[in-house]
């Protein structure tokens, strides 16, 4: 099975688009390739080859061969002898495994991030949050993924755990980050996660941030469950 040609040209246009900052980097080939997995671009079964990707991303074959491998390494991919990569199923397990593990993590991290933060890294914090309200407003998908990643990113730093940060940066590659803000009612939701967050961090209550961080992560299982398989993403169990 090879990409249907009638969405080329429309997954070109968005490649373009999306490697207009850093066009010759793995991470973010591979942030491209990841993201049209979890939106049904790119459906189980479907063979990527390294120069008709290349093509069609207007870059160099090197980086999206990094960025394959990269992705077969996250158990997305599988490789097979002259055919190039194949997109492997992804299951409900997966959503919920990696849910799961950034509950822990995350929690943990935020409890640790609670003993630490400044007033000015809290004011930073919400600054940060301000914006991704403003961004969720205004429909602007983008925006609200990279202020969402800024909010956690900040919180891991606050923690000061740099091998504990490191391994839920891992675990975060698995998770599809750029679906949510597209989920019903996530927005509104992801909002009053973060603010609970802050309100605990601002008690520097860390069994509350640890609380409010883990229910953040676990909430969206089943309605990013459900909506990756109405996507045909996720096959009906």
Known sequence: MSIASDSEGRAKRRGEAELADRPQLSDDVARVVRRRIFHGTYPAGVYLRLDQLAADLGISVTPVREALLNLRAEGLL???????????????????????????????????????????????????????????????????????????????????????????????????????????????????????????????????VRAAMAEHFTVGVRPMTEHLTERGVIRPG
Do not use: C
């Open 78 to 208: 599988v490789q097979h002898p002259r055919r190039g990569f194949m997109v492997l199923e992804v299951t409900a397990r997966d959503i919920a495994d990696v849910a799961n593990l950034q509950a822990y993590i995350g929690g943990e991290l935020g409890a640790r991030a609670a003993a630490n933060i400044t007033d000015e890294q809290l004011a930073e914090l919400t600054a940060i949050q301000d914006a991704l309200e403003k961004a969720y407003d205004h429909d602007d998908l983008d925006r609200t993924v990279r202020l969402n990643h800024e909010f956690h990113r900040l919180i891991n730093v606050i923690a000061d755990s740099p091998k504990l940060t490191q391994v839920m940066s891992v675990v975060t590659r698995y998770a599809p980050e750029s679906v949510f803000p597209t989920l019903e009612g996530w927005p509104a939701q992801s909002i009053r996660d973060h603010r609970t967050v802050l309100d605990a961090l601002q008690r520097r209550d860390g069994d509350m």
